[in-house]
């Protein structure tokens, strides 16, 4: 069984800060790791992807991942949030053989201006 | 290349009714989810179709049901309508080549049951 975690609902930063969204998940072998994002009114959005090798995955719009196995963590970054980043924001995770992947629950990133 | 195309975008029924949502996939894809996304539960998975046969299904009750044509269009149906079927739902398709893990969703169909 394979699960994840985001235990923020929000995270609210400030335009120019750097930003964090956080996922751990849990699954049985080697993850596969994603992280979508939701502008209202939109289908999800992938932003980048981790399978194997080096542990910071480089995405879509500036944004990266690091892949943390001994903290089963694959928080999402940006170095300097814009506003229009404001969006609802997922990580999945698959395991090996399965293409259904788990979707954490969502945390919703509020950028002020 | 044309993204994945749900229709109808939005619609509001009654409870009892039934509802067909149709969802078309990139060209080329042959596998198609859909998902149910609510406030409270974010992202449910109800099935997954590949060349028209149904190879995964999540837990939701027979009410749901959903098939895929030849061209790997697919549909869904909710039967008698129930208040928390209200939702958004989001069809999805991949690839079946190498790196067949990335979704590609619609904008989706949003159910509004009164």
């Known amino acids: ?113 | 290349k044309a993204g994945v195309t749900q229709t109808p975008r939005y619609l509001i029924k009654t409870r009892g009714q039934q509802v067909t949502l149709s969802c078309s996939p990139i060209s080329g894809h042959r596998s198609v989810s859909w998902y149910q996304q609510t406030p409270g539960q974010g992202l449910q998975f109800l099935f997954e179709y590949f060349s028209e046969t149904q190879r995964n299904k999540g837990n939701f009750p027979g009410r749901f049901s959903g098939r895929q044509f030849s061209n790997s269009r697919s549909e869904m149906n909710v039967s008698t309508l129930e208040l928390g079927d209200s939702a958004l739902y989001l069809c999805a398709s991949r690839t079946t080549d190498s790196g067949a893990n990335v979704l590609t969703f619609g904008a989706g169909s949003r159910l509004t049951v009164l």
């Open chain 1, 1 to 113: 069984a394979q699960s994840v975690a985001q235990p923020e609902d929000q995270v609210n930063v400030a335009e120019g800060n750097p930003l964090t969204v956080k996922c751990t998940y849990s699954v049985s072998g080697n993850p596969y790791l994603f992280w979508y994002v939701q502008y209202p009114n939109r289908g999800l959005q992938f932003l980048l992807k981790y399978i194997t090798g080096d542990n910071l995955v480089k995405g879509s719009y500036g944004f990266e991942a690091e892949f943390n196995k001994s903290q089963t963590s694959f928080h999402l970054k940006k170095p300097s949030a814009l506003v229009s980043d404001s969006a609802l924001y997922f990580c999945a995770c698959l395991s090996g053989g399965s293409y259904i992947p788990t979707f954490g629950r969502g945390t919703s990133l509020i950028v002020h201006p």
